[in-house]
């Protein structure tokens, strides 16, 4: 599996507080199945980005933490009026690993119009925006269809795997559900800031969209979507929006066993 949003460098936002909880941070992500990591640090208006100083941690981790895990820088880029002026001409910086996808961030409340051309000057500065949690967002949890009109448009929805699989409370977990029966996420990610309360861990989520969706569905999810975000290619053919789910082919024997 590949997790595109997570907070393991230390001391840069509100993620690891030191290089060893960022090396227990990969070394977990590691046995759990996690071959890719995508640092994410925050850019908002308390945290700065610095990418030269971010790629240097990230070098410093990943020779702390060892081969067993690969990782890449990315940014969890806040919609903010500061960071929203950089994109044009720095807009590759905070990419996920140099590449058109860029992870965005809403503010807690947003006024859905004005967003919808901000994603859209993203879209025109030659990015593609890769909306981040919108479960857990009051705004989203309010109007869940502005997601469909969104994904709509092009853009790519990232979900956290712990609000999946309850962590994050029941309403976050009834739009996670809702909108994967619906088609409209396109990656789930750990978020992980730490070893315990958000820690980077992707299985349990796996299991569970395995279970509602099947394993093709819970491999794009987690697996082949993120692959391409960071080789920088288009996303593979998936499930498209409200496309209902394949059915298993019923066999004689299943016939047989609902006879009384
Ligand atoms: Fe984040």
Known sequence: MIDLHCHPLPGVDDGAKTLEVAVAMCRM????????????????????????????????????????????LGCDFNLSFDNLQRLPEKGRDYTVNG?????????????????????????????????????????????PELLAEWVGRGYLAQV???????????????????????????????DAHDLNYRPPILSECYQKVAELRGKGTADLLLCHNP?????????????????????????????LRRRP
């Open 29 to 72: 992500a590691a046995a759990d199945g996690i071959t890719h990591l995508v640092a994410t640090p925050h850019s908002n208006y308390k945290y700065h980005y610095d990418r030269e100083a971010n790629l240097a941690k990230l070098k410093e981790l990943q020779e702390a933490a060892g081969s067993e895990i690969k990782l890449l």
């Open 227 to 255: 692959l391409a975000v960071i080789e920088g290619k288009p996303l593979p053919p998936g499930l498209q929006p409200d496309e209902p789910p394949p059915t298993p082919k019923k066999s004689w024997f299943s016939f």
């Open 160 to 190: 956290t795997a712990k609000s999946m699989t309850g962590g994050f409370g029941s309403k976050a977990l009834r739009l996670a559900e809702q909108w994967l029966r619906q088609n409209l996420i396109h990656f789930f990610a750990t």
């Open 99 to 143: 590449t058109t996808y860029l992870l965005v961030e809403f503010a807690e409340f947003f006024v859905p119009e004005q967003m919808t051309n901000v994603l859209y000057e993203i879209e025109v500065s030659g990015l593609t925006p890769i909306l981040t949690h919108p479960e857990r967002n009051p705004v989203f949890q309010r109007k």
